[in-house]
């Protein structure tokens, strides 16, 4: 089935540090939603975006719906360890009732 | 709390037994998604159901099999079991057919297949 491709696949920093990953696509999606998944967890949704350009925050956390409608972008401002575990972004085609489409997640791992 | 429970939280079988998941959506959601995370691995859509029907289908294999009850809860059949099946398994919920405003999660069932 169609996946989404998520950059990068892992990332290590230093706490304090800021992080961004991307999602794209090669089909438009409507809907985009960022997910993130703790050690052992399930998928805890942060941040949904319904607008093309639409740009929302959720603390630390800032997300961007792209212009194109192909891709979406998660930034991290000034990194904590509890901000350690996998980023998914999912996709949603079209509007209504299409399941969500889920990328191959971004492992994000903090340095002491 | 998610609000969407799974049961059990651990389950360890051997090869060629055979297993149930369950899932309990949370209250509303008439939706029931199923997910397949093997190691290192991202989230492989299994099965999807919508108020006791069949919607949608991934790459489920064919000695996997579910159902969605009267009560919306539903079950995942894992039968035949390999130890390439070993992997956690979460089921998610939502309120419409298609979860545009995001799937919500249970913690998952950790199959061990030995």
């Known amino acids: 089935g169609q996946q989404l491709n998520q950059s990068p696949q892992s990332m290590f920093i230093q706490e304090g540090e800021d992080v961004s990953m991307n999602c794209t696509s090669s089909s438009i999606f409507n809907t985009w939603l960022w997910y993130k998944q703790d050690p052992g967890e399930g998928p805890v949704l942060l941040i949904a975006?319904?607008?093309?350009?639409e740009l929302t925050s959720n603390g630390r956390l800032t997300a961007q719906f792209g212009i194109t409608r192909k891709d979406s972008f998660l930034n991290i401002s000034a990194s904590i360890p509890s901000d350690v575990g996998i980023y998914f972004c999912?996709?949603?085609?079209?509007?209504?009732?299409?399941?969500?489409?889920f990328g191959t997640g971004t492992r994000l791992t903090i340095i002491p | 709390d998610s609000g969407v429970t799974q049961t059990p939280k651990h389950l360890i079988t051997a090869t060629g037994q055979r297993v149930t998941l369950r899932c309990s959506p949370r209250s509303g959601d008439l939706s029931v998604y199923w997910y397949q995370q093997s190691l290192d691995q991202g989230l492989q859509f299994l099965i999807q159901?919508?108020?006791?029907?069949?919607?949608a289908k991934g790459n489920i294999l064919e000695r996997f099999s579910a159902q969605q009850f009267p009560d919306l809860h539903s079950e995942l059949n894992l039968s035949s079991l390999e130890l390439g099946d070993s992997a956690l398994y979460f089921c998610a919920s939502s309120r419409n057919r298609g979860g545009g405003y995001g799937y919500t999660f249970g913690s998952g069932t950790r199959l061990t297949v030995v």
């Open positions: 999912a996709g949603q085609l079209r509007v209504g009732n299409e399941k969500l489409t």
């Open positions: 975006l319904y607008k093309a350009g």
């Open positions: 159901y919508y108020n006791g029907e069949e919607r």
